[in-house]
């Protein structure tokens, strides 16, 4: 008898993830690795660590070097990607950055780097994608990574919040091209999470505990709290969920 193919399973697929040396990107790559997933990681710096943590679980990976803020270093990481394993089934567009700064002293440089990499990096990247998605008929899945300034105002980060709000905007906006022609376009929002991200906010003890007042959890999430949404997103059990931004929080929206 054979065994019956779990909805959740992501054997036999191939998935890049954008950033994913450290942080939530490094977890969301292990995730789809130990779902199944064959796993292209992208980013600037080296991989050991992922790639290591991959081949612990078991899965096939690639790493792609790139800085994604050249835009045109984005239709070459495509094809490298697509080329390894014949397709990309999803793509998780995860990398990000944040500046910090008053708005009334933020400047040109802070918004253009964090808009390059946040939002217009994104979009590229994933027209670059389902081209190849749509091209062979397929279908896929895309990925992206939100954050509760999809939701909330949030201060001292303009070009961050504006970039993840056009986000979610740009999630629905893909969705409602792309759910017909066989892509799954969703968002996971992360709540405030242990990495490199948020290491400025937590050395801040008042800011710290003001925001772990808030998280009904009572704790910051840790990377490998966010896998699992991207694991369902990525798989089968979803096939039916377009332009959606799942929360991934510890109830701090619900607060
Ligand atoms: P992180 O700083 O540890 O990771 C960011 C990743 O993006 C790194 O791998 C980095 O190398 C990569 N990256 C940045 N610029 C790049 C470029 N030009 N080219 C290639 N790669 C680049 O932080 P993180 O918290 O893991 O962030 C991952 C994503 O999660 C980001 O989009 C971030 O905005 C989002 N997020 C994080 C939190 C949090 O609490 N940590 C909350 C909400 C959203």
Redesign the pocket.
Known sequence: MTAVRSPFSLAGRAALV????????QAIAVALGQAGASVICV???PMDETLAKLAEAGAAALEIR????EMAALQPVVEQASAWKGRIDCLVN?????RRAEAVDFTEDDWDAVMD??LKSLFFLSQAAARKMLADGKGGRIIN?A??LSFQGGIRVASYTAAKSGLAGLTRLLACEWAGRGINVNAIA????V????AAIRADSARDAQILARIPAGRWGEPEDIGGAAVFLASDAARYVHGAILPVDGGWLAR
């Open positions: 954008t950033g994913a040396n450290t942080g939530l990107g980013g600037r710096s790139a800085d994604l803020s995860n990398a990000g950055i944040i990499v946040n990574i954050s509760m992360p709540g405030y999470f990495t490199n991200n948020t």
